[in-house]
């Protein structure tokens, strides 16, 4: 069973430019997570997607983020006209739809995309 | 809201001595506490966790955590460690909307363990 996917692990952009992040989860996992780790700092949460629905974007910058888990197909991070503070590493995680009585799910991480903004 | 604190950022031991890294949530209610680990070159991968019963949990690797609700903490034990403990250490708890058993993670900012062989 291939773990969560990230792709590409590195992406370099210049200001202006658009950057997708894409995320496969783990086979029989329905739910995704994204995280931002900004140099120096933890790992912070931006969005909940389960397939094609946003469960949560409480973490989501207002403007130029956007994020999307289609029922086919793996998710998309979307960042559009990158800035030099969107450098940093973007990872995804999943979990599976487990409703039992064990508490929350364990969530499952990719190996992060590191983005460069030059 | 939920936050997490980690109250050592950077911990260098020697093999054989014992660990323990502090954590500390803010919201008194029913939680979920996880800890996970990154070693290097790895991904995050999960330790243990505590949802319900025994507040002395154990995990992976010797690892084990004391739930202790009165302090609003969930501290990261092991009596000996070993250079290839050598990682980054997270503590998480999982808040607000949810899908079944599933919800966001609040992270502490993470303990960097060096062990010297």
């Known amino acids: 069973n291939a773990g969560v996917m990230q792709n590409p692990r590195h992406l370099v952009r210049r200001r202006g430019q658009e950057a997708r992040l894409r995320c496969s989860p783990m086979?029989?996992?329905?739910?995704v997570y994204w995280y931002r780790q900004l140099p120096e700092e933890g790992l912070k949460f931006m969005v909940y997607?389960?397939?094609?629905?946003?469960?949560?974007e409480s973490g989501m910058p207002k403007e130029r983020f956007s994020a999307e888990f289609p029922k086919e197909g793996p998710s998309i991070l979307r960042i559009q006209q990158v800035v030099r503070g969107d450098s940093a590493a973007y990872f995804c995680?999943?979990?599976?739809?487990?409703?039992?009585?064990?508490?929350?799910?364990?969530?499952?991480f990719g190996p992060g995309t590191r983005l460069t903004v030059l | 809201a939920q936050s997490v604190s980690q109250h050592n950022h950077h911990v260098i031991l020697s093999e054989a001595a014992s660990l323990e890294l502090g954590c500390n949530y803010s919201?008194?209610?029913?939680?979920?506490l996880f800890w996970y680990v990154q070693y290097p070159g790895q991904h995050l991968q999960l330790l243990l966790k505590?949802?319900?019963?025994d507040p002395l949990v154990k995990g992976i690797k010797g690892f084990e955590a004391e739930f202790i609700k009165s302090k609003f903490s969930f501290n990261l034990r092991k009596p000996s460690v070993q250079w290839s403990d050598t990682a980054e250490y997270f503590c998480?708890?999982?808040?607000?909307?949810?899908?079944?058993?599933?919800?966001?993670?609040?992270w502490g900012l993470g303990t960097s363990l060096a062990v010297n062989p």
């Open positions: 997607l389960q397939k094609e629905n946003i469960i949560d």
């Open positions: 995680a999943s979990s599976p739809q487990e409703t039992g009585t064990s508490g929350d799910n364990e969530q499952f």
């Open positions: 919201y008194g209610g029913t939680v979920n």
């Open positions: 998480a708890v999982p808040w607000g909307a949810n899908a079944g058993n599933n919800r966001k993670l609040i």
């Open positions: 086979k029989g996992h329905s739910h």
């Open positions: 505590y949802f319900s019963g």
